[in-house]
């Protein structure tokens, strides 16, 4: 959706849980001398601010990485590290987006592609990933990733991460995630969805279930809304052919919101 800006939302909760879920899989992704293939849907900017005043007119990363930046939980975690990198670079108060930690994870022979509608967006993104090995695409995301599925290289992860502005999103998801997973048996498939008061992601979450997709791991933590009359109340993921001990690590972030 156009209107759809996440520096808003930069550092919340949801992106510790999300965030630190992709750095893991990355990690242990590239331990192995085999080349890799990362695939984004939804990209946003890449880096953000969080003194921007977008970001300070919500206040939601001081009960995300605000207040668990420093926990120990996160000590030694891929996570952690490509945060430290990053901020070494472009100062403390910078926070990175996926398609930014995954590019600090790619290597000389992988490659990656990441979609993103919105213009300003897309301009900025490009700057942010100027120089790595992910190409950005202005196009849906989702037709981007069926159009290069199967991949090349075929090992690989796709990260699927939407504004959930559109509701229509919920019904489709299952039915894009059935498609891709089709074309491509071998490819991790990331989903990330927010947990709304209102329970929206209870239907798509069983209509994936019912697939029985292979390697399928569903985790979720619950935190209090952030401010006043917001209505998340919680982050999930849903993977397929999930990556080993990836399970434990998000065990670790739950712990940070009293999980």
Not at 53 to 73: F, Q, R, S
Not at 80 to 91: F, M, P, S, T
Not at 101 to 129: K, S, T
């Amino acid at each position: 959706m156009l209107s759809y800006q996440h520096i808003y939302h930069a550092g919340n909760p949801a992106d510790v849980h999300k965030h630190a879920a992709l750095a893991a899989m990355l990690d242990y992704m590239t331990r192995k001398d085999k080349p890799l293939s990362y695939i984004e849907t939804h990209g946003g900017r890449g880096l953000y601010r969080l003194d921007a005043p977008e970001a300070l007119k919500t206040g939601e990363a001081a009960a995300g990485i605000g207040a668990v930046a420093d926990a120990a939980a996160l000590a030694g975690t891929p996570y952690r590290a490509v945060l430290d990198e990053i901020r070494a670079v472009h100062g403390a108060l910078a926070y990175p987006g996926s398609p930014l930690i995954a590019a600090r994870f790619l290597r000389a022979g992988d490659a990656g592609h990441v979609a993103e509608l919105h213009p300003q967006e897309h301009a900025a993104l490009v700057a942010a990933l100027k120089g790595t090995p992910l190409k950005v695409h202005r196009q849906d995301g989702f037709g981007m990733a069926q159009s290069i599925c199967p991949p090349t290289p075929r090992r690989g992860l796709m990260l699927i991460d939407p504004s959930y502005e559109v509701k229509a999103e919920y019904a489709r998801i299952p039915r894009e995630i059935a498609g891709l997973h089709a074309k491509w048996n071998v490819g991790v498939i990331a989903l990330w969805y927010p947990i709304l008061t209102g329970g929206a992601h209870v239907p798509m979450l069983a209509a994936l279930e019912a697939q029985g997709l292979p390697g399928a791991l569903r985790h979720e933590i619950r935190f209090p809304p952030v401010r006043a009359g917001h209505r998340m109340v919680g982050s999930g993921l849903f993977v397929v052919n999930a990556p080993w001990g990836l399970e434990a690590e998000l065990d670790r972030v739950a712990q940070l919101f009293g999980g």
